[in-house]
């Protein structure tokens, strides 16, 4: 069983940056695809990003490519998030989650979540 841990989120300005970390404890996710989602307030949890294991491959949601950038390092494993032009919109709780799926972009794909980490963006 893979812990994770998000940390990184806070009160941003638009416009302005923040990096989401995602730290795993008890097995190593050196195996796992690692994926970052999103939930605000009364809306579904949404897809933002996604990583396989090597790090060769990632996808994004349309509302965030160009903006955000995933990245992960095995030795110490850890996933990274950087979110860059923020906007208003992007206000959510920030989740990392493990999945043996290729590039998945849904929920149920994703088994092992974190409690999350809130980003606030002010206009």
């Known amino acids: 069983q893979v812990q994770l841990v998000e940390s990184g989120g806070g009160l941003v300005q638009a416009g302005g940056s923040l990096r989401l970390t995602c730290t795993a404890s008890?097995?190593?996710?050196?195996?796992?695809?690692m994926g970052w989602f999103r939930q605000a307030p009364g809306k579904e949890r949404e897809f933002v990003s996604t990583?396989?294991?090597?790090?060769?491959?990632?996808d994004y949601a349309h509302s965030v490519k160009g903006r955000f950038t995933i990245s992960r390092d095995n030795a110490k494993n850890t996933v990274y998030l950087q979110l860059n032009s923020l906007k208003p919109e992007d206000t959510a709780r920030y989740y990392c989650?493990?999945?043996?799926?290729?590039?998945?972009?849904?929920?149920?794909?994703?088994?092992?979540w974190g409690q999350g980490t809130q980003v606030t963006v002010s206009s």
């Open positions: 989650a493990t999945t043996r799926t290729w590039l998945g972009t849904h929920s149920y794909e994703y088994d092992n």
């Open positions: 008890g097995r190593s996710i050196v195996n796992y695809n």
């Open positions: 990583i396989i294991s090597t790090s060769i491959a990632t």
